[in-house]
Nanobody, 121 residues
């Protein structure tokens, strides 16, 4: 079971990035997956989730700017990030639960990637 994020980088405020999370060792199309971020000294924040039925949920901080989706054919989770702000600067992680439903707490997600850094200036 492995999750590998990619697509992070540096971008100017107002710009866009698309993060990808490649999953291997497990078929993630029917389980809840999510994107999270954590800046140094801060609590990990749940940004967006998509459950096993395809229903999505977003944190208020990113609603209307970020879009989560699953590419089931490629076992990949995506996060399209538009209108980026300096406060979006953080390490971004993808994670998967073991269930079709999405846990409330980030700590209840079972599998995690190593993260990809996003810097907005």
């Amino acid at each position: 079971v492995q999750l590998v994020e990619s697509g992070g980088g540096s971008v100017q405020a107002g710009g866009s990035l698309r993060l990808s999370c490649a999953a291997s060792g497990y078929t993630y199309s029917k389980v809840c997956m999510g994107w999270f971020r954590q800046a140094p000294g801060e609590e990990r924040e749940k940004l967006a989730t998509v459950d096993g039925h395809g229903s999505t949920s977003y944190a208020d901080s990113v609603k209307g700017r970020f879009t989560i989706s699953k590419d089931a054919a490629n076992n990949t989770l995506l996060l399209q990030m538009n209108s980026l702000k300096p406060e979006d600067t953080s390490m971004y992680y993808c994670a998967a639960s073991g269930y079709y439903w999405c846990p409330f707490r980030w700590s209840d997600f079972l599998y995690w990637g190593q993260g990809t850094q996003v810097t907005v200036s």
